[in-house]
């Protein structure tokens, strides 16, 4: 049995489209389709119910299906148990685009210096959405906005570093306060992690803002707020040093509204050597100072609370 159409099988599960599976493994929707069928006959049985566009797995291959992802797991593993350090294999890593674009670079450069025989396998997307690949076992650990809720004791949660809150506008403003509701007001998102201590800060001190759009990007917030188009609520994130020059801001100096950056992960994992050597990489990066404010302290005004 060739543990490559198992592949196949698993992502045409996952995707729920033969076509959809062929672009993820670039190969064509001919050559998954000979695959299930190459192991239909090995297995004897239909694994697929192919119903227009889509398939779904057949009850058949639901009873198999852990048996099956067991062998493909162990398969990946043989050339792995071969590394005496524990220090070869692949890493699915969660990461949110703030830290993306800011100390991770250096992370990828020293984890490929110090174990060059790890691949990194890097998946985007937002705290939420890391959150639920990690309890799904779809990555290894994630890079995320520490959870406004309590973890189940499955996973564990070491902090990397903390992103104060920021008010930030196109002109200086004599007070933040009133100018969040005088201005347009760019929102980050509220539903996201990060946008949710954003949103506790307006409430706490009761201010109304007249909103233009909620975005989930610090990237598109800080742009548009350079371009005049409003103000925002932002944590001081390294990638806001680009627009620095274009950018007043204003440090909202309590800890409440800081948002905590670290690394969230299963407590028991298979592959615990690769986790402990990238999180040992990445705390050095942070502890070398390469995710510095992003705008220096003494650029800020300082708010008063």
Request: charge should be neutral.
């Amino acid at each position: 049995m060739d543990t490559r159409f198992l592949t196949s099988l698993s992502s045409v599960i996952e995707c729920g489209s033969i076509a959809e599976a062929a672009r993820r493994q670039n190969l064509t929707a001919a050559a998954i389709s000979q695959r299930i069928k190459a192991l239909e006959a090995i297995l004897k049985c239909p694994l697929l119910i192919r119903t227009g566009h889509s398939a779904k797995p057949t009850n058949e291959c639901l009873r198999l299906l852990p048996k099956l992802q067991q062998i493909e797991r162990l398969s990946a593993q043989l050339q792995d148990d071969l590394d005496t350090t524990g220090l070869t294999g692949t890493l699915k890593v969660g990461v949110i685009s703030s830290v993306l674009s800011g100390c991770f670079p250096k992370c990828i450069q020293g984890l490929n210096q110090q174990a060059p025989n790890i691949l990194m396998k890097i998946v985007p997307g937002s705290s939420e959405q890391l959150y639920q690949a990690l309890l799904q076992q779809k990555i290894d650990l994630a890079v995320l906005v520490q959870a406004p809720f309590k973890i189940p004791k499955v996973l564990q949660y070491k902090a990397l570093f903390e992103e104060p809150l920021l008010f930030i506008s196109k002109e200086a403003q004599h007070n933040h306060k009133s100018a969040l509701q005088k201005l347009p007001f760019i929102q980050y998102d509220k539903n996201s992690w990060g946008g949710a201590i954003a949103n506790t800060y307006l409430q706490d001190e009761s201010i109304n803002t007249t909103p233009l759009c909620a975005v989930d990007s610090l990237e598109t917030i800080a742009m548009m707020v350079s371009q005049g188009m409003g103000a925002s609520l932002i944590p001081n994130w390294q990638g806001l040093e680009q627009f620095q020059q274009a950018l007043s801001c204003e440090l909202i100096e309590d800890a409440k509204y800081q948002r905590s950056i670290g690394i969230l992960s299963h407590r028991q994992s298979s592959k615990a050597p690769l986790l402990e050597k990238f999180q040992q990489v990445l705390c050095e990066v942070v502890a070398q100072g390469s995710t510095p404010e992003s705008v220096s302290t003494n650029n800020l005004d300082h708010g008063v609370h």
